[in-house]
């Protein structure tokens, strides 16, 4: 047979495809580029393995996979008879979907799961096995097959409770039945399946089952390939409505999601949140840190983000911010929400499920929905209205394989409300966006009230932020949240080096209105006590200024406690270390100041912070475009190199030499193994691995290289 009379087969395929063709097979079926191949024949041996036909399979939507199954169960088509397969029994028309069907196997033939010979298209036999073992549900065509005439003839002489038998197997065409190949007439036939068998309208295929011929079940669905008509494109979205508005109301969810986020983490900052010897948060810290969040349900939300973006983590004892917490404090309003927006992608937990155990059994899951409802998302243009049905409908004909559960993707859209992404139950432009010209400005103005509290009129900048939760407590979340200064907060902000003129000078700074009197006089006497008792570490040394302060802390139960003795008319000294006694004096009501052994006045050290493992990167991905002309370069070398490996193991087999051997897996990877070759027959080698591997019979296509031990 001459080179133009070769049949066209998978690896006659690539061995000619060109660098465009080549390039779009490995970007269509990744695996076949990753790890590196080394040559065409290897593209070759692992295009046709199981491992790789699956994923490949698996990518497809509805609609090629309904082409791919027609294909297997019709056998080999011109494109216009299988547009005109695809119509029988529906009122569509082969012109109507002709486009569609060429563009559908033409993504088929670059992905090298059908070939093209003579006009007339095929699928891969490796292919089949991978599908329904009947193809769209029909029988293998009969050996000697009834016209459509004889068919109808047979069902009309046939009892009609016969019929409703047949009508039990026309999407699945065996059943059971026991001594299925009894000899039975129509005169005989006492049951519907003896009349059925009678009239061969049903045929044993062993002693205990029955088929449906196919030309019966053609007939039955009036020619119809599939239950229901296959469409070209997914379930149509609904039309966008009010645009704008649903815009910016997801940005004012964004907003809320960030001041949420801040919210979070300093509350996990300011309370010991226990670290549970499972690896979450103990329950009952969780709600405490959350209180002043979120509502309950969206609270988790926020947790799981948290957690998952690497903003908190442990230290072995207790959840703290990490460093990434702070660099993300200091971005901007849109480099915050993306972060967020990007750490809701690599939440372990599945949604609907989320809670203070941060962690899930099936995280890959997990993320892959998330990934999977965001994809569909971004098809929707902004304003359109999201529904969980539309949806889940959308990602069925995307991934027909997919069991999609329509409360798990309700859920999905109810973190994408909490995040902005979804507002008004709309689709908003935050969902793909990578800039955003809508964030307001930040500012370094607040509003100060005669009832102690602070009102930022906006988002801060992170510096006022920063010096504003160091000198209030929060009361609410929210942009325009509220923080109320007391005198816990503001001896807070004097243990950490700041002086009353400091505080005081900031108030005037930042204060839109005149800073009221009574934040004045709350400052003026938390100065004023503020350090009128020392504590130096002796175990502890403290030096009071005033005698009956002196005589009430001897009377409590700190003397006990700490083990305080007088050295001095105002000198105490305390066994306990000075945080304890630091401590317990505030208890009693008093505002000590630490001091360092030489006596100098020290602020409270920076906050600690958890470790978090940084994620892991990646792997590289290989530039299909690239590696198609590197392949290309050398184009031929491993299919004209096929001759002298199989003379070469056929040697190796005369001589009874150990050969290393490496060949392609069905998961696509090379392995290298020492074996002793056995027999080379009809394109295989049987071998003998060397270790106790036992005899493998091993496709010659699939070595990529053989050399003696």
Same mark, same amino acid.
């Given at each position: 047979?001459?080179?133009?009379?070769?049949?066209?087969t998978?690896?006659?395929?690539? $061995?000619?495809?060109?660098?465009?063709?080549?390039?779009?097979?490995?970007?269509?079926?990744?695996?076949l580029?990753?790890?590196t191949?080394?040559?065409? @024949?290897?593209?070759?041996?692992?295009?046709?393995t /199981?491992?790789?036909?699956n994923? &490949?399979?698996?990518?497809?939507?509805?609609?090629?996979?309904?082409?791919?199954?027609?294909?297997?169960?019709?056998?080999?088509?011109?494109?216009?008879?299988?547009?005109?397969?695809?119509?029988?029994?529906?009122?569509?028309?082969?012109?109507?979907i002709?486009a569609?069907?060429?563009?559908g196997?033409?993504?088929?033939?670059?992905?090298?799961?059908?070939?093209?010979?003579?006009?007339?298209? /095929?699928?891969?036999?490796?292919?089949?096995?991978?599908?329904?073992?009947?193809?769209?549900?029909?029988?293998?065509?009969?050996?000697?097959?009834?016209?459509?005439?004889?068919?109808?003839?047979?069902?009309?002489?046939?009892?009609?409770?016969?019929?409703?038998?047949?009508?039990?197997?026309?999407?699945?065409?065996?059943?059971?039945?026991?001594n299925?190949?009894?000899?039975?007439?129509?005169?005989?036939?006492t049951?519907?399946?003896?009349?059925?068998? @009678?009239? $061969?309208?049903?045929?044993?295929?062993?002693?205990?089952?029955?088929?449906? +011929?196919?030309?019966?079940?053609?007939?039955?669905?009036?020619?119809?390939?599939?239950?229901?008509?296959?469409?070209?494109?997914?379930?149509?979205?609904?039309?966008?409505?009010?645009?704008?508005?649903?815009?910016?109301?997801?940005?004012?969810?964004?907003?809320?999601?960030?001041?949420?986020?801040?919210a979070?983490?300093?509350?996990?900052?300011?309370?010991?949140?226990?670290?549970?010897?499972?690896?979450?948060?103990?329950?009952?810290?969780?709600?405490?840190?959350?209180?002043?969040?979120?509502?309950?349900?969206?609270?988790?939300?926020?947790?799981?983000? @948290?957690?998952?973006?690497?903003?908190?983590?442990?230290?072995?004892?207790?959840?703290?911010?990490?460093?990434?917490?702070?660099?993300?404090?200091?971005?901007s309003?849109?480099?915050?929400?993306?972060?967020?927006?990007?750490?809701?992608? #690599?939440?372990?937990?599945?949604?609907?499920?989320?809670?203070?155990?941060?962690?899930?059994?099936?995280?890959?899951?997990?993320?892959?929905?998330?990934?999977?409802?965001?994809?569909? =998302?971004?098809?929707?243009?902004?304003?359109?209205?999201?529904?969980?049905?539309?949806?889940?409908?959308?990602?069925?004909?995307?991934?027909?394989?997919?069991t999609?559960?329509?409360?798990?993707?309700?859920?999905? =859209?109810?973190?994408?409300?909490?995040?902005?992404?979804?507002?008004?139950?709309?689709?908003?432009?935050?969902?793909?966006?990578?800039?955003?010209?809508?964030?307001?400005?930040?500012?370094?103005?607040?509003?100060?009230?005669?009832?102690?509290?602070?009102?930022?009129?906006?988002?801060?900048?992170?510096?006022?932020?920063?010096?504003?939760?160091?000198?209030?407590?929060?009361?609410?979340?929210?942009?325009?949240?509220? $923080?109320?200064?007391?005198?816990?907060?503001?001896?807070?902000?004097?243990?950490?080096?700041?002086?009353?003129?400091?505080?005081?000078?900031?108030?005037?700074? /930042?204060?839109l209105?005149?800073v009221?009197?009574?934040?004045?006089?709350?400052?003026?006497?938390?100065?004023?006590?503020?350090?009128?008792?020392s504590?130096?570490?002796?175990?502890?040394? =403290?030096?009071?200024?005033?005698? &009956?302060?002196?005589?009430?802390?001897?009377?409590?139960?700190?003397?006990?406690?700490?083990?305080?003795?007088?050295?001095?008319?105002?000198?105490?000294?305390?066994?306990?270390?000075?945080?304890?006694?630091?401590?317990?004096?505030?208890?009693?009501?008093?505002?000590?100041?630490?001091?360092?052994? /030489?006596?100098?006045?020290f602020?409270?050290? +920076?906050?600690?912070?958890?470790?978090?493992?940084?994620?892991?990167?990646? &792997?590289?991905?290989?530039?299909?475009?690239?590696?198609?002309? #590197?392949?290309?370069?050398?184009?031929?070398?491993?299919?004209?190199? %096929?001759?002298?490996?199989i003379?070469?193991?056929h040697?190796?087999?005369?001589?009874?030499?150990?050969?290393?051997?490496? %060949?392609?897996?069905?998961?696509?990877t090379?392995?290298?193994?020492?074996?002793?070759?056995?027999?080379?027959?009809?394109g295989?080698?049987?071998?003998?691995?060397?270790?106790?591997g036992?005899?493998?019979?091993?496709?010659?296509?699939r070595?990529?290289?053989?050399?003696?031990?």
């Amino acid at each position: 047979m001459s080179a133009a009379e070769e049949p066209t087969t998978l690896a006659s395929t690539i $061995r000619n495809l060109d660098a465009q063709s080549l390039s779009r097979l490995l970007t269509l079926r990744p695996d076949l580029a990753n790890p590196t191949p080394r040559d065409l @024949a290897e593209v070759s041996s692992r295009a046709s393995t /199981h491992a790789s036909i699956n994923a &490949a399979i698996s990518s497809l939507d509805r609609w090629r996979l309904s082409l791919l199954t027609a294909l297997a169960a019709l056998g080999d088509l011109s494109l216009a008879e299988l547009a005109d397969a695809l119509c029988q029994g529906w009122p569509a028309t082969p012109e109507a979907i002709q486009a569609d069907v060429v563009d559908g196997i033409s993504d088929l033939l670059d992905m090298a799961l059908v070939l093209e010979d003579s006009g007339r298209l /095929h699928v891969i036999q490796i292919v089949t096995t991978h599908l329904p073992g009947y193809p769209a549900g029909l029988a293998p065509v009969s050996v000697t097959p009834m016209d459509i005439d004889k068919v109808t003839e047979r069902l009309a002489q046939a009892d009609p409770k016969a019929r409703s038998v047949l009508e039990r197997l026309v999407w699945s065409p065996t059943g059971h039945v026991p001594n299925a190949c009894r000899s039975v007439t129509p005169a005989t036939a006492t049951t519907p399946v003896e009349t059925a068998l @009678a009239h $061969r309208l049903l045929r044993p295929l062993d002693d205990n089952t029955v088929i449906l +011929p196919r030309e019966v079940a053609l007939v039955l669905r009036g020619n119809r390939l599939f239950t229901e008509q296959p469409s070209p494109a997914p379930p149509p979205w609904p039309e966008p409505r009010q645009t704008t508005l649903v815009n910016r109301a997801g940005l004012g969810t964004a907003l809320e999601a960030v001041s949420a986020m801040s919210a979070l983490l300093e509350a996990v900052e300011r309370h010991d949140c226990a670290l549970l010897a499972s690896g979450g948060i103990a329950k009952r810290d969780a709600r405490i840190v959350l209180s002043r969040v979120a509502p309950e349900d969206d609270a988790w939300v926020y947790l799981a983000l @948290a957690a998952a973006g690497g903003f908190i983590g442990a230290d072995g004892r207790s959840w703290l911010p990490t460093p990434l917490a702070d660099r993300w404090r200091t971005d901007s309003l849109w480099g915050q929400w993306v972060s967020l927006r990007d750490a809701w992608r #690599s939440i372990p937990q599945l949604p609907g499920n989320l809670n203070n155990t941060l962690d899930a059994s099936a995280p890959a899951t997990a993320r892959a929905w998330r990934r999977l409802v965001h994809r569909e =998302l971004r098809t929707a243009e902004p304003g359109t209205p999201i529904k969980a049905e539309v949806v889940a409908n959308r990602i069925r004909w995307r991934q027909p394989g997919t069991t999609v559960n329509d409360a798990l993707i309700e859920a999905v =859209l109810d973190e994408c409300r909490v995040l902005g992404m979804v507002a008004l139950d709309a689709s908003t432009d935050l969902i793909d966006a990578r800039t955003c010209t809508d964030m307001p400005e930040r500012t370094d103005d607040v509003i100060l009230q005669s009832d102690l509290t602070a009102v930022a009129p906006g988002p801060l900048t992170p510096d006022t932020a920063a010096d504003l939760a160091l000198l209030a407590d929060r009361e609410s979340t929210g942009i325009a949240g509220v $923080r109320r200064f007391n005198r816990a907060s503001l001896r807070r902000a004097l243990d950490a080096g700041w002086t009353g003129e400091r505080v005081r000078q900031w108030w005037a700074k /930042h204060s839109l209105g005149d800073v009221p009197q009574g934040l004045l006089v709350l400052l003026d006497d938390v100065v004023r006590d503020y350090g009128r008792v020392s504590v130096a570490a002796a175990g502890a040394l =403290l030096e009071v200024d005033d005698p &009956a302060a002196v005589e009430a802390i001897l009377r409590s139960s700190l003397a006990t406690d700490a083990g305080l003795r007088r050295v001095g008319p105002q000198v105490l000294v305390a066994q306990a270390e000075p945080e304890q006694v630091l401590a317990r004096l505030r208890q009693l009501g008093m505002s000590p100041v630490a001091r360092d052994a /030489h006596g100098d006045v020290f602020s409270t050290p +920076p906050p600690p912070r958890g470790k978090v493992e940084a994620p892991a990167s990646p &792997a590289p991905q290989t530039n299909p475009v690239e590696l198609a002309a #590197s392949l290309l370069d050398n184009r031929g070398r491993g299919f004209s190199d %096929r001759r002298q490996l199989i003379a070469q193991l056929h040697q190796a087999q005369q001589n009874g030499t150990w050969m290393h051997i490496e %060949r392609v897996v069905d998961d696509g990877t090379s392995v290298r193994q020492t074996v002793r070759i056995m027999a080379v027959a009809a394109g295989a080698v049987r071998c003998g691995i060397r270790g106790g591997g036992g005899v493998a019979i091993v496709p010659v296509s699939r070595i990529t290289s053989c050399q003696p031990a």
